[in-house]
């Protein structure tokens, strides 16, 4: 006698994009990842970047031989082959390798090359078994074919943007490059929230540039603020998030309380 197998629950795909570099993007899909994973949520994070930073920060050893996201996108793996435990109840990884500094140029000859990750994850979705509630996507700084393949595989994208004086450039390119999209590869595709890191209390600028983002964006960007802190940028270099390696300091304290809005949002979009 068979039995039907149960389809695994469709997981919420949220792209952490940004094309400017060292905004938080990674360290983003890190920590947001640890913390969903730690109230219960099944958490795939998937490295789009070639630099790998995610990989290596979620204590995934790189090498050369490794199959990767890589191979995932040029159709030489499936997802589920190159995903990892990262030791993290919970949390999975699909580490990339430096071969994805390549992927753009052998992908734009080859079909469906927007979707090729959306078509990897749903396949992936429909193995029994790894039944991720979230996949986070942590994109390349930069809006080229990488990014675009995340923006079609996404529910919603995730915006870091760091308390700087420049915050705002840029920006509007990435939201047209998001209409775009929606436009012509995915209709379902909005913007989750934009997240502001590495908020300074010291800095007088981090605060007006806090507010003249909030003046912009207005509800799209989360209560929450990621602070400057060195327990933040110092767990990496240990192959841990920064919940894991101090789970008491305010960075921490702040990703937890990210996760929570972030599931509370999330709530409301499917209700809508
Ligand atoms: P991106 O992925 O956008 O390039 P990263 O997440 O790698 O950015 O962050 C860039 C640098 O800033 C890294 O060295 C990281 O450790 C550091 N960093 C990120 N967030 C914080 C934070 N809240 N406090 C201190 N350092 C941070
Ligand atoms: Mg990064």
């Known amino acids: 006698m068979t039995f039907p197998q149960t389809p695994s629950p469709k997981p919420r795909i949220l792209a952490i994009a940004n094309q400017k570099g060292g905004v ?12 969903l994973a730690a109230v219960g949520e099944q958490v795939l994070i998937v490295d789009l970047d070639p630099q790998g930073n995610a990989s290596t920060g979620l204590g995934v050893t790189r090498t050369s031989q490794m199959r990767s996201t890589y191979h995932v996108l040029v159709g030489e793996a499936q997802l589920h082959h190159v995903v990892v435990e990262t030791g993290i109840p919970r949390l999975d990884c699909a580490p990339s390798t430096m ?8 992908l734009s000859d080859m079909e469906r090359k927007t979707y090729r990750l959306a078509d990897a994850i749903g396949i992936l979705s429909g193995q029994t ?27 919603a994208i995730l915006v ?19 209409e775009r999209v929606r436009a012509s590869l995915n209709p379902r595709l909005v913007i989750q929230g934009v997240v502001l890191t590495m908020f300074d209390r010291r800095n007088s600028l981090s605060e007006q540039v806090a507010q003249d983002v909030r003046g912009v ?38 990703y937890i309380r990210l996760a929570s809005e972030i599931i509370r949002r999330e709530k409301e979009l499917r209700a809508a």
Not at 99 to 106: K, P, Q, S, V, Y
Not at 134 to 147: E, Q, W
Not at 160 to 178: D, I, R, Y
Not at 236 to 252: A, E, H, M, Q
């Open 129 to 155: 078994g790894l039944g991720y509630t979230y996949i986070l996507i942590d994109c390349p700084p930069s809006l080229n074919l990488l990014t675009i393949n995340s923006f079609c595989a996404a529910d």
């Open 217 to 254: 964006l207005g509800e799209k960007v989360y209560e929450t603020v990621i602070p400057r802190n060195v327990r933040v940028s110092e767990a990496p270099s240990y192959g841990k998030p920064v919940l894991l390696y101090d789970n008491t300091c305010i960075g921490s304290q702040a």
């Open 24 to 35: 938080g993007k990674t360290t983003t899909a890190i920590n947001l990842g640890t913390a």
């Open 99 to 106: 071969d994805l500094l390549g992927a753009e140029i052998e």
């Open 160 to 178: 870091p943007l760091q308390c700087e004086f420049f915050a705002l450039e840029g920006l509007s390119q990435l939201l047209k490059t998001v």
